[in-house]
Structure formats: structure tokens, C-alpha cells
């Protein structure tokens, strides 16, 4: 095996097959798995490399870092796994289910002297790197609210509800634009096509900064939008993942008269921010080879997974002790 190909990816299935593509391009495949050793095999042949079960990735020393795309109600038990084992670990969204579970991830991390990262994906995104950074140049003032959209038409899951599948990204955006910790999150949830799982969702949250934010997704939406709309005190952006790439970063700016009885508004120019091209995900597994290198440092790392698993969580216990937020 090439000793520059010493990452296996796990899962070759609905997103795996999208990591398994940019690792091969990016020359460091080094295997695939899969519990389908058909499709498994169809991946070794198609991408020129082994086809292994998990057990023996985890024994090759040729292999120093695994790459999960699995359920994620596996995530823990096949990340402890290979942390154990001594390799670097890249699980895909949500971290883990469970507080117990993710503290457990980033123990073995630690004891082990490896890598915990997990996959949030927008944060390696061109134009969110570009939209932080003009908020780190106060380009917008101070920011005052912060909401998202991610909605779509399918896909259903049968394990986690849509907040755990989709409101991940958003989470993990807004405590970066943030810096700020969440003083307390609520819920709204509308469960229509099974009783344990919620379709559509709303979740507020409130910063500690005093910066509010709401999150809204839905896989019952007749049409798919992607929006992190940013508010501030001297403009507004906004990241709209739906639109051609040079129209995805639009900044607004505008002025406030408070002089007046009634403050007045006044919008000035309305442009969009160029930014140069590249795909979000290859950015992400770029991002991972060079943690392994010891190149950059950590962005969404265990610790900010937990972060944004304490809030998931949060939002759905809410719904649990506020039955009146809970719409059957």
C-alpha cells in the first residue's frame, strides 16, 4: 500500500460515495468499506483499492486515519473503535446521539493522541469562510439576529428526526459567527408522517451576547432552500446555498436614523461578494489531511461537536417538558 494513501473511508453509501470520490483526488485513498461488500467491491474496483472489513482497517498500520460515513446511531461505537486503535477519526454530522457518548469520543481522542473531527461541513464552505470573515471586519456592526433556513422535499430517516439531520450545519454556523455560548434554546416540532419523528422543526436560540437566532428545517418542503440570513447594526448578508455560486454571498448595507420618533431604516447599496470557487467537501477532506499532517489547527474538532450535540439535545428535551411547543 502507497504510504501516502493511509485513509480508509467507511460507508460508501447516499454521502460516502462523495467522500470516497475526494479522498481518491486527493491521493490518499487507501481503502473502502462497506457492511454491502457488493457495493464495497464495486468501490475497490472503481477507485483501484482494497475492500476491507472494519476489524481489519483497524489492525492495518498502513491505515492512520478512518473515515465514517455511517448511521449515526454508529458513530460512537465505530469511532471509539479506531480512536482506541490509535487512528485519527473524521465522523460525518451529528458527532454522536448522546452527551455520554461524544465525552466518551473525546476522551479516546486525547488518551490516544489522535484526531477527532467531525463533519460540519459548511464551515469549510468558500463563501461561510468569506462571510465570517467580514463579520471579524465588522463589515455588518454588531450583530443583533441570525437565522437559517434548510429545508427540502425527502429524504426521510427512520433513526434521527430532522433537527438531527439537518439543523447540525446551522448550529455549528451560527456558534462560529457568534462567539458567543447559548443561554437557552427552545423548540417548536411538527411530527406528521411517523409518531417519533419530527418533520419540521423550529429552534430559537437566545446568546449570551444577547444576539437571537432561530433555526428552521423541514424535509416536508415543497421546495429546498438553504438561507443563513445575518443581521447587523450596519448591514445584513446573506448566504443562500441555492443560487448560482457568484450570487451565494449577498451584502446589503444600510444606515438606522434613531433622531426620529419612529427609528428610520434606510437600505444603501445591495452587492454580491465574489468569491473564488472550489467544492465545500473537498475543502473539508483537505482540511482533515493536513490535521493529520499537523498543518492546521482543529475547526470543528470533538469539543465543538459537543457543543453543537448540547444544543441538539436541548431542543429536543425542550419539546419533552413543553408539550404546548409539540404540534401532532
Same mark, same amino acid.
Given at each position: 500500500m502507497d504510504s501516502n494513501k493511509n485513509i480508509a473511508v467507511v460507508g460508501c453509501g447516499y454521502w460516502g460515495k462523495n467522500l470516497v470520490r475526494n479522498f481518491d483526488e486527493l491521493n490518499v485513498l487507501g481503502c473502502v468499506s462497506d457492511t454491502d461488500v457488493n457495493l464495497a467491491k464495486r468501490f475497490s474496483s472503481k477507485y483501484k483499492v482494497p475492500h476491507m472489513a472494519y476489524d481489519e482497517i483497524l489492525i492495518n498500520p498502513g491505515i492512520t486515519a478512518v473515515v465514517l460515513a455511517v448511521p449515526a446511531e454508529l458513530h460512537s461505537s465505530l469511532a471509539i473503535k479506531a480512536l482506541k486503535a490509535g487512528k485519527h477519526v473524521y465522523v460525518e454530522k451529528p458527532l454522536a446521539t448522546s452527551k455520554n457518548d461524544a465525552l466518551k469520543m473525546i476522551k479516546e481522542a486525547e488518551e490516544n493522541?489522535?484526531?477527532? &473531527?467531525? !463533519?460540519?461541513?459548511?464551515?469549510y464552505h468558500p463563501i461561510f469562510i468569506r462571510l465570517k470573515e467580514m463579520i471579524n471586519h465588522n463589515d455588518l456592526g454588531k450583530l443583533q439576529y441570525i437565522y437559517s433556513n434548510r429545508m427540502s422535499f425527502g429524504k426521510l430517516r427512520s433513526f434521527e428526526d430532522v433537527v438531527w439531520s439537518f439543523a +447540525? /450545519?446551522?448550529?455549528? &454556523? &451560527?456558534?462560529?459567527? *457568534?462567539?458567543?455560548e447559548v443561554d437557552s434554546v427552545k423548540s417548536?416540532?411538527?411530527? !406528521?408522517?411517523?409518531e417519533n419523528i419530527c418533520d419540521i422543526a423550529t429552534i430559537h436560540l437566545k446568546f449570551k451576547s444577547g444576539l437571537r437566532g /432561530?433555526?428552521?428545517v423541514s424535509w416536508l418542503n415543497p421546495v429546498k432552500d438553504n438561507k443563513l440570513v445575518v443581521i447587523g447594526t450596519k448591514g445584513m448578508a446573506i448566504f443562500d446555498d441555492t443560487q448560482e455560486w457568484n450570487k451565494k454571498l449577498k451584502f446589503i448595507n444600510h444606515s438606522i436614523d434613531l433622531s426620529k %420618533?419612529? +427609528?428610520i431604516i434606510t437600505k444603501h447599496d445591495e452587492s454580491f461578494i465574489i468569491v473564488n470557487e472550489s467544492e465545500p467537501l473537498k475543502e473539508e477532506c483537505k482540511h482533515f489531511i493536513g490535521?493529520? #499532517? !499537523? @498543518?492546521?489547527q482543529a475547526l470543528t474538532d470533538g469539543k465543538e461537536g459537543l457543543k453543537v450535540l448540547?444544543?441538539? %439535545?436541548?431542543? *429536543? @428535551?425542550? #419539546?419533552?417538558?413543553n408539550t404546548n411547543y409539540d404540534s401532532k
Open positions: 493522541d489522535v484526531h477527532l &473531527m467531525v !463533519g460540519h461541513l459548511l464551515q +447540525p /450545519h446551522d448550529i455549528s &454556523m &451560527m456558534l462560529a459567527l *457568534s462567539k458567543s417548536e416540532k411538527f411530527y !406528521g408522517l411517523q /432561530h433555526i428552521q %420618533t419612529t +427609528p490535521l493529520i #499532517n !499537523g @498543518e492546521v448540547n444544543i441538539l %439535545t436541548e431542543a *429536543s @428535551e425542550y #419539546n419533552k417538558k
